[in-house]
């Protein structure tokens, strides 16, 4: 019985791997860390502290001032207005003790029954606040999926909900974790107490809370470094009507992430199994079990750190065996608190193969740090996108104003996960897209204006047979069309979705005076690690491995100096199909095998793209269009499955010749029959022939890219005519 009596609390599910503690040398590198961190700008001030909690006790005062006012309007008794009150719920990064320097308060008010959402609190607490002097910037968003009243206090960003629970007087200690707060409300109500919930389930469920957010701490910074961390930054906005619709398309749920990568709470729940699975460790033992863990784990067996809870309220819940959409997630990462949903929906098979490159990058720099090999400035090397791939996808956003702007990025943001999705849905997932979490800006515009980048490679392991092709400009319409109906469009909101090449990523992505770096000895020991890979599957290694990589990953080689760096699409009408509305219907269709083809247009017909904007100093990166990832060899050139291919370029193939053999006639025919041979217009002649050689070969270059140079052997073939033209004369 005493031995029962003295074993140690289960965290979670599972018994824990491990209970060892750490030794001196855990102790050491813990104290390291935990000094990069702070010299790092991780932790906020004494005084930015001390100013949030003003704050707060300064907002709660308000919200109880509120609830009593309404109760005394509504004729309650005297004591009924002296024991009304609302209380204050922190959830999110200051909830869990990890937020940052100038990071903002999400925060709950949950009040009495009979004070309302519609009209008390987006109305009367509305106008109270808006007389606020300390208050600024205030914006409610009333209809949005999760409704909130976003503002700033003495310059603090705050985020604030409102529930009302079936109370007529809240108890300054009400535990929001029990599931009779849920009783008798709505929708709206439960998504905005899920925040809370959720958070207190995470810190009621890790073995030590300070180890936790250390390790929570430290693993946000490194995916934020890494380029897998995502994170849904609303714009402002003034009209109601507007922001409710852009917050409806982004937030399918209260964790949804619009890029595929993991938020901050999937990052807690992540961070809180291995601090059950290691209920001992410290902080650096944490970091490098997390990787350890997490390079073994096998998708799609879910992440929880508790049972998933059923109860008689009959809100859904995640659940594989019952929902077949639930069977289609790629990464579950589930929330420990009723109604239990997978906070993780939104990863593709795409992010999700990004993420586990990153992993095993951590695991390797771990294991050196343990072995003092490498120091953890190692661990935070930031990640070179533009260095891993030579392929990408830019996508411009561009409008009349930053208003404009804000409102148009938001709704092309919301959509950008279904660009990614559709590439794969229509590439049977051997195009494989990495969605680059930051945006960019271009200060040489005269408009407003921001961009995004897709990194492509081929799937791993894909034999490609010679002149295969993967083509998605029907793919990239069929995105651009859904844009478009963007109900408050406005004249200037322009959409750009373009193929650049490495070498002509443009310069405003790099900081001022950047250098290409070279690999560092961690990306050199990763690369002669995969040197024997064959070469198919190079483009979709660690992209820290594929810094010096001699092929293409799409199927191409580098861009020659003096060639355009990208080209408007003139796409073939794609076939209608009912694109996914929310973030499941990708993946649901993929699951039922009913993935649409892509296919070019029966009549062979092409739409051609808007027209170059004027104010846009830049013609060619800001014009409106879709481009292929490489380009049809012939109008009637498909796969076996009808769909129109991208030409792997690496090696000559019939296309070319064919090309070749039109301009070849074309030649002879100007030769024989010309009047202007032995004219004086010769150079004339020689420049037309030029520009028809380029003419014939403009869906050649590497991946579709319209060139402004010759293939060799076109060069070739141009330099036998002129000498032949020089003899005749």
């Not at 590439?427 to 271009?442: K, R, V, W």
Request: hydrophobic share 35%.
């Amino acid at each position: 019985m005493a031995d029962g009596a003295d074993a140690p609390k289960q965290f979670g599910i599972t018994k824990p791997l491990s209970l060892l503690g750490p030794v001196e040398a855990d102790l050491q590198r813990t104290a390291e860390l935990e000094k990069f961190l702070v010299e790092a700008g991780l932790y906020e001030s004494a005084e930015e502290s001390a100013k949030r909690e003003e704050v707060l006790g300064k907002l709660g005062q308000i919200v109880k001032d509120w609830v009593k006012q309404l109760t005394s309007q509504r004729g309650y008794t005297d004591q009924m207005v002296e024991e009304a009150n609302a209380v204050l719920f922190n959830f999110g990064s200051y909830r869990l003790g990890v937020h940052g320097p100038g990071a903002d308060i999400d925060t709950l008010c949950v009040g009495p029954s009979y004070v309302n959402r519609e009209e008390d609190f987006f109305i009367v607490l509305h106008e109270i606040l808006a007389q606020t002097e300390d208050v600024t910037e205030l914006q409610p968003v009333p209809d949005a999926h999760v409704p909130v009243m976003k503002f700033k206090f003495h310059g603090i960003s705050i985020d604030l909900l409102y529930a009302s629970v079936s109370l007529l007087v809240v108890p300054a200690d009400l535990d929001i974790s029990q599931g009779s707060v849920l009783y008798d409300v709505d929708e709206a109500t439960v998504r905005s107490l899920n925040g809370c919930r959720v958070a207190d389930q995470i810190l009621r469920l890790v073995p030590n809370i300070e180890n936790f957010c250390t390790t929570l701490r430290c693993l946000k910074y490194w995916a934020k470094r890494r380029g897998v961390y995502s994170n849904v930054s609303l714009p402002s906005y003034k009209t109601q009507g507007q922001l409710s619709l852009q917050l409806d398309m982004i937030f399918n749920h209260l964790f949804c992430q619009v890029t595929g990568f993991l938020g901050g709470v999937n990052w807690a729940l992540l961070v809180a199994r291995v601090c059950q699975l290691y209920p001992n460790a410290v902080p650096s033992m944490l970091v490098s079990r997390f990787f350890r863990v997490f390079t073994q784990w096998r998708w799609p067996n879910p992440v929880m750190l508790c049972s998933i809870e059923e109860d008689e309220l009959g809100f859904p819940v995640w659940d594989p065996r019952k929902n077949p959409r639930d069977k289609c997630h790629h990464m579950p990462i589930i929330t420990p608190a009723y109604p239990c949903m997978n906070s993780s929906y939104n990863v593709s098979t795409s992010t999700l193969r990004v993420m586990m490159e990153q992993f095993q990058f951590g695991n390797k720099i771990c294991q050196e740090i343990e072995m003092n090999k490498a120091s953890w400035s190692a661990l935070f090397e930031p990640f070179q996108f533009f260095e891993a791939y030579k392929n990408y996808l830019q996508v411009d956003i561009i409008a009349e104003d930053d208003e404009d702007l804000r409102l148009w990025k938001g709704w092309v943001e919301s959509r950008l996960r279904q660009l990614t999705l559709k590439i794969e849905r229509d590439t049977y997932g051997m195009l494989q897209c990495h969605p680059y979490p930051h945006e960019y800006a271009d200060p040489s515009r005269q408009c407003a204006h921001c961009a995004f980048f897709m990194g492509l490679s081929r799937k791993e392991g894909v034999k490609i047979q010679e002149g295969q092709q993967f083509d998605i400009r029907g793919t990239v319409d069929e995105f651009r069309h859904e844009i478009n109906l963007y109900m408050f469009w406005k004249p200037g909101m322009e959409l750009a979705v373009s193929h650049v090449r490495r070498k002509q990523i443009p310069a405003y992505v790099f900081p001022e005076g950047y250098k290409r770096p070279r690999p560092s000895r961690h990306v050199n020991h990763q690369q002669q690690s995969n040197k024997n890979d064959p070469e198919d599957g190079s483009a979709t290694r660690s992209p820290d491995s594929q810094l010096k990589r001699k092929h293409d990953s799409a199927g191409t080689d580098d861009a020659e100096p003096g060639r355009s760096a990208k080209r408007s699409s003139v796409s073939p009408a794609h076939p209608k199909n009912s694109s996914p509305q929310s973030g499941n219907v990708g993946d649901e269709t993929a699951c039922n095998n009913q993935i649409k083809r892509a296919s070019s247009d029966a009549s062979g017909g092409s739409q051609a793209s808007p027209q170059v904007s004027e104010r846009s100093p830049d013609p060619v990166a800001s014009v409106p269009r879709c481009a292929a990832i490489g380009a049809l060899c012939s109008d009637d050139a498909t796969s076996k499955h009808g769909i129109p291919l991208v030409e792997d370029c690496t090696t000559p193939n019939v296309a070319v010749c064919t090309t070749l053999k039109r301009v070849a006639e074309k030649v002879v025919s100007e030769l024989v029959g010309s009047e202007r041979l032995g004219s004086t217009n010769s150079a004339e002649f020689l420049e037309s022939m030029e520009k028809d050689v380029l003419a014939e070969n403009v869906h050649f270059g590497g991946n579709g890219v319209a060139q402004g140079g010759l293939p060799e052997e076109l060069e070739v073939m141009l330099l036998v005519h002129l000498l032949l033209f020089l003899l005749s004369v």
